[in-house]
């Protein structure tokens, strides 16, 4: 389960990402109306009959061992005067999936984001808005995050494909670990020169105060073009090319590469101000 904080015109929102789905804390966005007793506004909320209604049909969506002769007893006592509804309640009688909750002195309850987001509006359809605007916005950015990550992972694949042409091709059985190590990080080091115009020391000692190496820190445009590079010099290795060779055609083709990438984006840019034009 992964934990992140939504933030909605000053109040942070607790963000839970399941296998089941995404749970958003009730409980937080109840102080949008009250800091003091968020667990009131709950229960008012759930003393409602269309919100006993939604929570049924969600369940019945999404639940399989859903309590329905338990859920219409509950239907039939909602809108009374003396109905109450917890959401320990809900869940103990009705085997519900779409709202948990913690008991004690941190007591807290979540709910699935479709649910969520029926409280929120009945909470403040304002609040809602912004809430979920943040909620996508996060989600975007998961999705950029994604796509690069999957992009790092192609490169770390075509660079083991990389390293299997220098093992086969440009190391002798005679050198020693240490030895063929340095032949590893001289090949790794011309790509990284090909590409990015510097070795890997020379970046980290330009940028003493970053983590990782130059590559963490590559566009997924180029990170790309890495990937199609380490293909080609497996390809220039297995062919016999000397290394200085194979680092001229290899810049050339980053150079043209690269700039075929760019101006993919910049077409996509233009794509998208002229849909939002008409």
Request: proline fraction near 2%; charged fraction near 25%.
């Amino acid at each position: 389960m992964k934990t992140k904080k939504l933030e909605a015109v000053g109040y942070k929102i607790e963000l839970q990402s399941q296998q089941s789905g995404d749970f958003i804390s009730l409980t937080d966005i109840a102080k949008y109306k009250t800091k003091e007793n968020p667990g009131y506004v709950i229960q008012n909320w759930m003393r409602n009959r269309n919100t006993v209604r939604f929570l049924g049909l969600w369940e019945s969506l999404h639940n399989t061992q859903f309590n329905y002769l338990e859920f219409e007893a509950i239907e039939k006592e909602s809108g009374l005067n003396s109905f109450v509804l917890t959401p320990k309640r809900w869940i103990e009688v009705t085997a519900a999936i779409g709202i948990t909750t913690k008991q004690g002195r941190y007591a807290s309850t979540f709910a699935h984001k479709d649910i969520a987001f029926e409280f929120a509006s009945w909470v403040s359809p304002q609040f809602k808005l912004y809430l979920l605007r943040e909620f996508q916005r996060l989600k975007e950015e998961e999705q950029k995050l994604l796509g690069w990550s999957a992009k790092r992972e192609l490169a770390k694949i075509n660079y083991r494909i990389h390293t299997d042409a220098i093992k086969q091709n440009l190391i002798p059985q005679e050198l020693t670990p240490q030895q063929k190590s340095f032949v590893y990080a001289d090949e790794a080091d011309m790509l990284n020169v090909a590409m990015f115009g510097k070795t890997a020391r020379e970046w980290r000692d330009e940028n003493p105060d970053l983590k990782g190496n130059i590559r963490d820190y590559a566009s997924i445009n180029q990170l790309i073009c890495l990937s199609n590079m380490e293909n080609l010099n497996a390809v220039f290795i297995n062919e016999g090319l000397v290394q200085s060779e194979r680092l001229v055609k290899l810049n050339k083709i980053a150079i043209q590469q690269m700039k075929v990438l760019e101006n993919m984006d910049d077409r996509k840019l233009l794509k998208s101000t002229d849909s939002e034009t008409y």
